[in-house]
DNA sequence: ATTCGTTTTTATGTATACATATTGATTTGT
DNA sequence: ACAAATCAATATGTATACATAAAAACGAAT
């Protein structure tokens, strides 16, 4: 035991990437013996991952207590959502206060060094942020919001018109307030970026909900 | 099985309390064949039960991977505060925005009936603005922040001097702010009210860090 | 044909036996 | 006497068998 990889620390890390990536897509059904026989073991280790997924709502109990990809309802999403902004934004606002100096030389560069790779800038520039605030508890809190709300963000990149390009400008207008050390400027226009990066999610699924 | 309590359910609850009533001090052990025989339970039910309370920050692993109830630095513990603190003020500014008119005149009655229980009246008060938060994944969060703390609360009501009367002057100033839909004035309100309130913790610890 | 009751199926919950790793003690060699 | 290696003790990790509840399937009665 306390194996460098652990059954269930395995199938807990594959379980949750195929949720993440779709390939296991909301309501669909885990059943113990079904996933312990795929990925042959017994149901003791499947059983702690899944209490795992469940835990981080990444799964649910269905009728007969079996397992299902969570499914959320529109007004969960909207919840999850607006609850990673007001948390982006509370690490922007500590992140404007607590930044050394090196650390904001090293957001203005993530800015700077854009190469064109949008996704990977805007992960960097969020980290630095995260990282930035310098607790401990709302950095794990942030990871686990970001986790969950993967599976429901794929779509965000049929954005409409120029958003990676506001979104830039929203970047950029961030990364202003935090070198003025102004806390609440920035979780502001931390909150406004976060509600519009997500606008498009949001009208795919009003959208889905009235079909 | 899917008994109305599950064994698991009950060793959680149990040992969840204990934890939080001070019972079990941090650093204490808990190993799964001990608490199992004094349940007089399988090793099962009670090992769901302390990976839960793992995956709630309540208890972490010690050395041979054994459980312990949790040992929080002072950093930690700052972390987690200052955490409980921006949730609340989150809280507060979504419910200056969203309470109904019965949700403002009952949270106008909570303070306006104070009949000395400051406890009381403060849980109420607090509940009532997660409510009207509207944002079940707020709730959902600020409940387990609050569940996280509590082990370290307890000495919280040796405060120094009038901080009963402290906060609730802080309380109506909140509630000012809230009635007057002004969210930013009612989360920053709160931000000082949740740093007030556990200064006495924070002193607490580091007197204790100290020696 | 529909509805109520029974049966069967199938999922998770629990108990128990065994595997394995880590810690600490013991022993042996220099 | 000290150090390194080995062995024993004890914890969690895993496998498997059985218990049990809940939903679906089936059948009989009205």
Redesign the interface.
Known sequence: ??NSERSADHVHAALSERIVAGTLRPGDALTESGIAEEFGMSRTPVR?AL??LD??GLVERGPR?AFVVRRMSV??LR??F??LG?IEA?CARLAAHRMTEIERDALTRILADDNGHYATVNARFHDALRRGAQ????AA?LDD?NRRSLPWREASFRGSGDRIGQSRDEHRAILQAVLARDG?CAATLMRAHMASSLSAISEMLLAEAHA
């Open positions: 035991m306390a702690e209490h795992r835990s981080e207590r007004a969960d919840d999850l607006e609850t007001e509370i607790n401990r508890t709302i809190l919001l609440d």
